[in-house]
């Protein structure tokens, strides 16, 4: 789960300086692009925490006695 956190964290990074390199420089041809990107990057880091997520979930049920566990 560290690792999610510190993908997580870098990310937000990222995107903080994205916005303000888009806020310095006034190109907007490629703002749409970077967009698509950033948001690209955060729907693949949200499904990543999701399998995580799932995949603990999934790992307790199978330790409670009677469970099906999948």
């Known amino acids: 789960m560290n ?3 510190t993908a997580a964290a870098r990310m937000a990074v990222v995107v903080l300086n994205r916005f303000a390199d888009l806020n310095t420089r006034r190109d907007r041809g490629s703002g749409v692009v970077e967009t698509i990107i950033i948001v690209a990057g955060f729907a693949g880091l949200a499904f990543t925490v999701y399998l995580a997520v ?3 979930v999934n790992g307790w049920i199978s330790k409670i006695p009677g469970s099906s566990g999948r």
């Open 3 to 5: 690792t999610l956190t």
């Open 54 to 56: 799932a995949g603990k």
